[in-house]
């Protein structure tokens, strides 16, 4: 297992990961959208793949794992224009809530692991 500088605050993250996750995935539900078929799968399969990266990140934390964070993070944020649910209102503000709040928390992480020296910890 990679041992990094701030390993509590990087798990901390990866767990309001796995909140946000689980929030994304279950919004078409909690918040009424079920029937805009878009909205609710983009909102379930980016709500999965957030967390499993997030779990990855909590049982081993690698790099690729924050950046596959960001990465899944700025897609749900653009999500609702790409995929075509910018009109629905409770759709667009968990998708772009969600994204942004996991794009933020993989900047955060990424920054977590750098050493003092500036350079990224590998191992």
């Known amino acids: 297992m990679t041992l990094w500088k701030h390993r509590s605050e990087l ?4 767990l309001c ?3 946000l996750a689980a929030f994304l995935f279950a919004s078409p539900w909690l918040l009424g959208y079920p029937g805009q078929t878009a909205a609710t799968w983009t909102a379930c399969v980016l709500g999965a793949l957030i967390a499993l990266v997030a779990l990855a990140a909590v049982i081993d934390m690698r790099e690729w794992e924050a950046w596959a964070s960001l990465a899944l993070g700025l897609g749900a944020t653009v999500a609702p224009w790409i995929a075509g649910f910018s009109g629905v209102a409770f759709a667009l503000w968990s998708h772009v809530g969600v994204g942004l709040a996991v ?5 955060v992480e990424l920054w977590l692991m750098q050493s003092d020296d500036g ?3 590998t191992t």
């Open 11 to 14: 798990t901390a993250i990866n």
């Open 119 to 121: 350079t990224l910890r």
């Open 17 to 19: 990961n796995l909140v």
């Open 103 to 107: 794009a933020i928390l993989a900047g």
